[in-house]
């Protein structure tokens, strides 16, 4: 499949504004996310990874410079048009009750359909993908608030293929899981990057996952900026150490650490 140039950051600076003054985050962001990759960003905490997620989403305006989506500038997207080409899976727990997760899923294609639209036979045909394809078919008939963390985090994200969007961006979504509900999740989202050709752009805090599966990686600090590139090439020249102490080291180790593979529907595998 063709890799397409998915988001783009031109000059980026973000921020917010408050009392009549710009609150600057982060500045000079150069990078672009492409279709087909699993990208994870990694940082301290306060280094800005959910103003820049945010900005990148269309939440909030960028303080300067400029974003591209799928090669047209963000400003000259009204928020019908985003919602056809960003889906967004956040950590808040929802509070829904009484919904089951199939009517959920299908709340994804309110970009098509209008938020109380009637689903017609190809919309519940791409709800049946998404739940296929994300392995939650025992979930379709539950209600929301009898889930897991972890089967609700499917669930969004089987939601956000619902929405057909090219890009997919996800804040902390292995948050409040467990070990291997972290691995089957990396595991999940990545398969859907490569297999759908989507852009899934995740902020993360779990470091060893992030360095194991992630084909690219955004580093990002407040003093020295934003860093990009795989996995060894950032361990290589030396970009990990410089931004995390302690993490070229740990990336060294994590090459010595068996495969961690996961099929559809199993259980994490680990095979030396």
Known sequence: MEQKRAIECHDLTTGYRAKGRDILITSDINATLLTGEMTCLLGPNGAGKSTLMRTLS?????????????????????????????????????????MTVEELIGMGRSPYTGFWGKLND???????DAIDAVGIEALR???????????????????????????????????????????????LLSRLAHEKNKAIFISTHDLE???????????????RGLATGTPSDLAANGKMASYFPGIASLFDEIRTLPTIH???????????
Request: overall charge neutral; glycine content about 6%.
């Open 209 to 223: 996952l992030a360095l194991l599966k992630a084909d690219q990686i955004w580093l990002l600090n407040r003093h």
């Open 58 to 98: 269309g939440f909030q305006p960028p303080l300067g410079g400029e974003i591209l989506i799928m090669g047209k500038p963000l400003i000259d997207y009204t928020a019908a048009e985003l919602a056809r080409v960003i889906g967004v899976v956040l950590t808040e727990k929802l509070t829904l009750r009484n």
């Open 141 to 187: 008939s539950r209600t929301i608030q009898t889930l897991s963390d972890g089967e609700r985090q499917k669930v969004m994200i089987a939601k956000a293929l619902a929405q057909e969007t090219p890009i997919i961006i996800l804040d902390e979504p292995t948050a409040f899981i467990d070990f291997p509900g972290k691995v089957d999740m990396m595991n």
């Open 262 to 272: 996961q099929t559809k529907n199993s259980i994490p595998q680990f095979h030396g």
């Open 122 to 128: 190809e919309d519940r045909r791409v709800v049946n």
